[in-house]
């Protein structure tokens, strides 16, 4: 049985195209950056909807 390369690709091929434009445009440097920034972001905006959810009991 032949898997190929692809099934171990958890973005999918359009995810990984959009990630190789996006290391293009920003290079390197400032792609750990962007990555830094998306991730506190991203974790901001979970403390904040689970406080949402405590506060109303959702």
């Known amino acids: ?3 190929g390369i692809l099934a171990f690709d958890p973005f999918g091929t359009g995810g990984m195209m959009i990630l190789a434009v996006v290391i293009l445009v920003l290079g390197a ?3 750990r950056a962007f990555v830094r920034s998306l991730s506190k972001n991203i974790a901001d905006f979970k403390k904040a ?3 949402f959810e405590d506060r109303h009991g959702l």
């Open 1 to 3: 049985m032949h898997l």
């Open 29 to 31: 440097g400032n792609y």
């Open 49 to 51: 909807r689970d406080d």
